[in-house]
């Protein structure tokens, strides 16, 4: 860094001793470039004036004219100071509350002068509180738009006001230079971005005079934090790519082919296909793979993986599947038992309740090697369970496992770690799974199998609750099946569990036994009781089945076709959406129907909008994204790539998109930035390194 940037603040005019302790206290300003790194989240337009006769409620404005009255006024409590401005076009009256005696002795009457402020209406009549005023000829015309930096109650108490903070960056830009602010862009990439350089996005953001100013500084300042991004998490994948030695597939055999031709009851999507082989590829080049599969609910996820785990026995290995609850984890068994009948693959399952005996047994045959695939629940995590040769272990719905039990599944197998696939129908934006999962290497099933009706999204109020029970009625006459689901914030609320308990019993009104069955299923339950009705609703015996969130991740019951959602206002946009594609798995018309409270918060209508609008994961995801901000998205906050100063993933995508071809150009032609062109990227990137010492640790 050169010398001024690092000079400390004090020595900057209009700082002095006082100001500096307090920008250190307060902002955690030391020097020079850090008061530089401090950006303004907004700005006032000064660019334009009004007139009085057309200024309006809440707004900002600015006016030229003239003082032409002063009054203190003595109220019972305290004090106020009014005056009454005054332009061509009429009167509005200034108000102080704070710091009347310093105004009222250096205001003046009758000299022009430049206002800003903010309108504020009490009872009919408008006023200005305290507004900025500067005396007409002092006023800078080329500042036009002023930064507006973030401060606190201290700095706003001792006097330091944008005002002030602006004049020590007039002061600071003086005393530097444009060879200060190191450029740290390639030339060649400035001129085909046609962006500004360093020094003028540093002097532009602080101090524009243009509102394209603004944003030529900002795009480029964005630009470059995303660039240097993308080209760590680039640089780190290959990094990892390098390291990790790993199991070598290089057989497609007897099972996966037989499977292929003899056992699959349908055509692959070319999604499908496209993704087996990516996976295909990943495992048989000698190195780990870490790949995450994403695919929109019903999209045949499970069956990517099955032909994934059949390569890993082909050649001669072991595969797991981990499932995140015991119903999914029996289903995924059941279905894969049944689907590879004949093949004489062996298969086994273990949860928490495989005891005794059973489990010894099965322990000892896994680790002989005389179990191929082994499907289960965290249980499988466990250390007394041994692999004699895993090749490779799938999780499915990611997003319920912890990192932790992820990297239990790398200590697995005794020497090389085995591949791993995760599997998420939590459909991740693609700009976040660029950084969030960028050195993962991330494949999508972007096509639903063929002959699926969309689901149909209806939001409907408890108005029309009669509607709905007719509704049912007729559905179940065509001899579908129904869920309804109530939310469960948490498994120990017992208020929740007494709404759908309360249901349950209005729902037993209108659905009278024998001739309607209902079952009821909770995460308080004993799993065996929940099993046992969750199988009275798979086997059809039951029409309606009563649940809470339990039912949101994987289970699969293509004949149910309608799913009710109560209190829907109460989930989140990705909950909605799991739910829903829990139906529309069969070749019938389904049907979602949210049902909600009348008045809804603005929050809550955007996302009830939003799943009736559209079946599309992705833009699901996205509009998630926007209205919870992406810290919240699932595995996101520990992933510490979230440290941006200026961009914003849910917003700058397309300029991170930008970022990430430059960054793979950039490093496919010189991976390790030698090249004299690339030597301001591998300072700065060596920079930051410095300064984020925690980088290494993003999984
Ligand atoms: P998810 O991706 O949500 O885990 P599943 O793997 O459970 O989806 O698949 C949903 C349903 O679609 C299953 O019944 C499965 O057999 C079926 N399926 C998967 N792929 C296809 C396909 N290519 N054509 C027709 N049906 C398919
Ligand atoms: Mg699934």
């Known amino acids: 860094m050169s010398r001024v940037l690092s000079q400390k603040i004090e020595f900057v005019k209009g700082v002095g001793e006082n100001r500096a302790k307090l920008l250190q206290e ?112 002092k006023f800078n015309q080329n500042a036009n738009f002023l930064s507006i930096y973030p401060s606190t109650e201290k700095l706003n108490q001792r006097g330091v006001s944008m005002k002030i903070r602006r004049s020590i960056l007039r002061n600071i830009f ?17 001129k085909q971005l ?37 080209l760590r998490i680039l640089q780190q ?22 499977f292929y031709n003899e056992k699959l009851a349908f055509e692959l999507t070319s999604a499908q296909k496209r993704v087996i082989k990516e996976i295909r590829r990943d495992m048989g080049r000698g190195i780990q793979m870490n790949r995450l599969l994403q695919g929109d609910v ?53 949860s928490g309740s495989v005891k005794g005996k059973t489990r010894k047994e099965l322990l000892h045959y896994l680790q002989e090697g005389h179990i191929d695939i082994l499907i289960g629940t965290h249980a499988v ?19 319920r496992f912890g990192v932790v039990q992820r990297s239990k599944l790398w200590t697995k197998n005794n020497d090389i770690p085995p591949h791993i696939l995760v599997m998420t129908a939590t459909p991740i934006p693609r700009t976040l799974a660029m950084t969030a999962y960028g050195d993962l290497d991330v494949s999508i099933i972007d096509e639903l199998p063929p002959g ?84 009275r609703f798979v086997s059809g015996k039951a029409q309606i089945m009563v649940a809470t969130t339990v039912i949101e991740v994987g289970v699969n019951v293509p004949n149910a076709s309608v799913m009710i959602i109560e209190n829907a206002e109460r989930f989140g946009l990705s909950q909605l959406h799991q739910l829903r594609g829990r139906v529309g798995r069969g070749a019938d018309q389904s049907y979602c129907i949210l049902m909600t409270k009348t008045r809804l918060s603005k929050y809550a209508q955007e996302r009830i909008n939003t799943m009736c609008q559209t079946n599309d994961g992705f ?28 961009a914003d993933i849910s917003h700058d995508s397309r300029i991170m998109e930008t970022a990430r071809h430059f960054a793979i150009n950039i490093l496919d032609k010189d991976p390790n930035l030698e090249q004299p062109t690339h030597l301001a990227l591998k300072n700065h990137l060596s920079r930051l390194r410095l300064k984020n010492k925690n980088w290494g640790r993003i999984s």
């Open 26 to 137: 307060e902002l955690n300003i030391k020097t020079v470039d850090d008061y530089l790194n401090i950006f303004p989240f907004r700005y006032d337009d000064r660019s334009s004036f009004q007139l009085i006769k057309d200024i309006r409620n809440d707004e900002n404005v600015q006016l030229r004219g003239e003082i032409v009255s002063i009054d203190k006024i003595r109220g019972k409590k305290s004090n106020r100071l009014k005056a009454t401005f005054k332009d061509s076009t009429g009167f509005i009256e200034l108000t102080w509350f704070r710091g009347i005696k310093w105004i009222a002795d250096n205001l003046q009457m009758n000299v022009p002068y430049v206002l800003y402020g903010k309108v504020n209406q009490y009872a009919g009549k408008k006023s200005i509180p305290h507004p900025e005023l500067e005396h007409e000829q």
């Open 174 to 190: 003086a005393l530097i230079s444009k060879g200060d602010i190191v450029e740290t862009l390639p030339e060649h990439l400035i």
């Open 194 to 230: 046609k962006l500004c350089t360093r020094y003028e996005s540093y002097y532009w953001i602080h101090l524009p005079n243009r509102q394209e100013e603004i944003l030529s500084a900002t795009n480029r300042m964005k630009f470059e934090e995303l660039l240097f991004l993308q």
């Open 237 to 258: 994948k290959k990094q990892r790519d390098l390291q990790l030695i790993g199991l070598n597939f290089e057989i497609v055999g007897k099972y996966f082919n037989k």
């Open 298 to 350: 019903g999209s045949g996820k499970t069956i990517v993986s099955l032909m994934a785990m059949l390569i890993a026995i082909d050649n001669g290995y072991q595969a797991c599947l981990l499932a995140p609850t015991q119903i999914l984890a029996q289903q995924h068994y059941q279905s894969i038992v049944e689907s590879t009948k004949g093949l004489g693959i062996r298969i086994a399952y273990l």
């Open 381 to 399: 995590l466990e250390d007394n369970v041994i692999f004699k040769k895993l090749g490779l272990a799938v999780a499915d719905e990611q997003h």
């Open 452 to 535: 699926r009706k969309a689901v149909k999204t209806i939001h409907k109020n408890d108005a029309y609750r009669s509607f709905v029970t007719k509704f049912m009625k007729e559905e179940i006459r065509k001899g579908r099946q129904i869920y309804i689901v109530y939310p469960l914030i948490d498994e120990s609320e017992n208020l929740d569990l007494q709404n759908l308990q309360t249901g349950y019993e209005e729902l037993l009104q209108s659905f009278p036994k024998p001739e309607y069955q209902i079952t009821v299923v909770h995460g308080r339950m004993k799993p065996q009781d929940k099993d046992l009705e969750m199988q």
């Open 619 to 646: 833009k699901i995801a996205e509009v998630d994204m926007k209205l919870r901000g992406p810290g919240d998205i699932d595995g996101i906050q520990q992933s510490g790539v979230m440290d941006l100063k200026i």
